[in-house]
T-cell receptor
């Protein structure tokens, strides 16, 4: 079965410190990988994606993610966290040749002032 | 440029009733997908519409049906509502079948009582 795992329900980090939100996936076939952020009572907002090419991808608001094929991971990172980054983060995968996104269960990021 | 718009934003229905949710895709997008997000969970794929046809379906019963109109807007219909259908329903639009990201609406919060 194809799946996405976000092993941490919540990540706490102090403002100004680097942050990492973890994601691993299990799919058969080549994956397209995505990160989305969800603020309270809102839909999902696209942050970044990996399709092919350079394993380090940069996205919106200073976020970046590293694709690691051998570890089947796609961790989200930011060098310096802001209080306004506090939100719910979802990792998603779409297998090439299919149309649906498979989402993880989400990680709540709390940045402390 | 309006993004993905969904209506209504909130809805309360009684068990056994039927409901219709609506979605207008982002300008230039021709594909609409629907997702169900239960409280504390990641979004689950219901189905995707392209060229007015259902292109792929997730593991949802036939009580869930949809439609796409010539202007690419879409409806999600749910019959014989159950308490377990209470969730945030998200519409996502995209263009093409490559690695383009999907854009999500703000969702419709359905409560079944």
């Amino acid at each position: 079965a194809q799946s996405v795992a976000q092993p941490e329900d919540q990540v706490n980090v102090a403002e100004g410190n680097p942050l990492t939100v973890k994601c691993t996936y299990s799919v058969s076939g080549n994956p397209y990988l995505f990160w989305y952020v969800q603020y309270p009572n809102r839909g999902l907002q696209f942050l970044l994606k990996y399709i092919t090419g350079d394993n380090l991808v940069k996205g919106s608001y200073g976020f970046e993610a590293e694709f690691n094929k051998s570890q089947t991971s796609f961790h989200l990172k930011k060098p310096s966290a802001l209080v306004s980054d506090s939100a719910l983060y979802f990792c998603a995968v779409r297998v090439t040749g299919t149309y649906k996104y498979i989402f993880g269960t989400g990680t709540r990021l709390k940045v402390l002032a | 440029d309006a993004g993905v718009t969904q209506s209504p934003t909130h809805l309360i229905k009684t068990r056994g009733q039927q409901v219709t949710l609506r979605c207008s895709p982002k300008s230039g997008h021709d594909t609409v997908s629907w997702y169900q997000q239960a409280l504390g969970q990641g979004p689950q794929f219901i189905f995707q519409y392209y060229e007015e046809e259902e292109r792929q379906r997730g593991n949802f019963p036939d009580r869930f049906s949809g439609h796409q109109f010539p202007n690419y807007s879409s409806e999600l219909n749910v019959n014989a509502l159950l308490l377990g259908d209470s969730a945030l329903y998200l519409c996502a639009s995209s263009y093409g079948t490559g690695g383009t990201e999907a854009f999500f609406g703000q969702g419709t919060r359905l409560t079944v009582v």
